[in-house]
């Protein structure tokens, strides 16, 4: 019983560092896609000079 259990908790590593890989990835590709919008706002800002983003302290 005791090589079952290590060889459980050795897969439940694996499986967690797998998702934990996984989650990396699609952390990264978030960070990448806010970036990308946000570049785009500001090249839209600056080629249509027109305010895109929401100013501080405006009344809706």
Do not use: W
């Not at 050795?10 to 990308?36: C, G, N, V, Y």
């Not at 027109?50 to 100013?55: A, G, N, Q, T, W």
Request: charge should be positive; aromatic fraction near 6%.
């Amino acid at each position: 019983m005791g090589k079952e259990k290590e060889r459980s908790d050795s897969e439940e590593i694996r499986e967690f560092k797998r998702q934990l890989r996984q989650k990396e990835l699609e952390l990264k590709k978030e960070k990448m896609r806010a970036d990308f919008y946000e570049t785009m706002v500001d090249v839209a800002e600056e080629q249509f000079n027109i305010d895109i983003r929401k100013k501080a302290g405006t009344k809706p």
